[in-house]
């Protein structure tokens, strides 16, 4: 099956900090989203974005479809945006999303 | 809109018993919904594709005898913990896809709360 990988799995910031969060998958995929899951298990979409550049807000999203990798930037982070960043991929028409590995994100004040 | 509920949020049951869990699309109709199980500081895993009014499509190594899903109607899909065990604690989560280009969103899966499930 297809294997989806992010990095870093762990990240500490300062708020105000900038960052990249990156999803790489090792099959090509139709659709491809990331989400937030704040600490109460919500899963929160952020983008979808099977290809191209999207933004909204402080964060924004690339996908290089040929190159079989996402990234996810925030800008001037905030203590709220701590959590876990998933993306998840699928890989045919189905809309089984298959999920990355998950970065972990602290912001500290 | 494309507002994925569940029920119940948490759930604790003896050793033994059966639990079902239910995922409701409150504003659109999902032929199709998925349910995912996560354990603590891991990533969601697929367990199964629940199709409206026909069987549900099981990951490999996943029991279908061990966890029934029932898609009965258009917004509801059931997960059912059958003799449930401490291993099964986990948090459940399922997700539905609202119909293509319906209130633009297209191919985009809207997740549920989830369902946390603690056997003792």
């Known amino acids: 099956g297809i294997q989806v990988e992010q990095s870093p799995p762990d990240l500490i910031l300062q708020e105000g900090a900038n960052s990249t969060l990156r999803c790489n998958f090792s099959d090509s995929v139709n659709n491809l989203q990331w989400f937030h899951q704040n600490p109460w298990g919500q899963l929160i979409n952020l983008f979808y974005?099977?290809?191209g550049t999207k933004q909204n807000g402080r964060l924004s999203a690339t996908t290089v479809a040929t190159e079989r990798y996402s990234l996810l930037y925030i800008s001037s982070s905030q203590t709220t945006d701590s959590g876990v960043y998933f993306c998840a991929v699928d890989p045919n028409t189905g809309n089984q999303f298959y999920f990355g590995t998950g970065t972990s994100l602290t912001v500290i004040p | 809109g494309a507002v994925v509920s569940q029920h119940p949020s948490r759930v604790i049951c003896k050793s033994g018993t059966s639990v079902k869990i239910e995922c409701r699309s409150l504003d659109f109709q999902a032929t199709t919904m998925f349910w995912y199980r996560q354990f603590p500081k891991k990533s969601l895993m697929l367990m199964a594709t629940?199709?409206?009014?026909?069987?549900?499509?099981?990951e490999q190594g996943v029991e279908k005898d061990k966890f029934l899903i029932n898609h009965a109607s258009l917004t509801l899909s059931t997960l059912t913990v059958t003799s449930a065990h401490p291993e099964d604690s986990s948090f459940y989560i399922c997700?539905?896809?609202?119909?293509?280009?319906?209130?633009?969103?297209?191919?985009?899966?809207?997740f549920g709360p989830g369902t946390r499930l603690t056997v003792l």
């Open positions: 997700s539905a896809r609202p119909p293509a280009l319906a209130g633009g969103y297209y191919n985009e899966q809207f």
């Open positions: 974005i099977p290809s």
């Open positions: 629940s199709n409206e009014g026909s069987k549900a499509t099981y």
